[in-house]
Nanobody, 115 residues
Framework: QVRLAESGGGLVQDGGSLRLSCAAS????????MGWYRQAPGQQRESVAS???????KYADSVKGRFTISRDIGKNTGYLQMNSLKPEDTAVYYC?????????WGQGTQVTVSS
């Protein structure tokens, strides 16, 4: 059974930092691509950052230079370091794992940035 468990969300002031974690079981990030997505109220879910099984990374333009995606293969855990947070980063953040058209989602973690 696949499970992705996010943690690390919370309330932070404008300019602050948070580190999100995504612990996986039932699949391995050495094979599956992993990404972070977010969904703000009334908006569609959008991709924030992704890391391929080979380690290549991609970022949305809105977070480039502020967010860093990484993973620890030994712990089978992915991370999203978020610096210089802005109120517009407020959303539920989801971890997703994809492989050959299959996708699994975590339950999400709320990130709220106050101005």
């Amino acid at each position: 059974q696949v499970r992705l468990a996010e943690s690390g969300g919370g309330l932070v002031q404008d300019g602050g930092s948070l580190r999100l974690s995504c612990a996986a079981s039932g699949l391995t990030f050495s094979i599956w691509d992993m990404g972070w997505y977010r969904q703000a109220p009334g908006q569609q879910r959008e991709s924030v950052a992704s890391i391929g099984r080979g380690g290549s990374t991609k970022y949305a333009d809105s977070v480039k230079g502020r967010f860093t995606i990484s993973r620890d293969i030994g712990k089978n855990t992915g991370y999203l370091q978020m610096n210089s947070l802005k109120p517009e980063d407020t959303a539920v953040y989801y971890c997703g794992a994809t492989l050959l058209g299959s996708v699994y989602w975590g339950q999400g973690t709320q990130v709220t940035v106050s101005s």
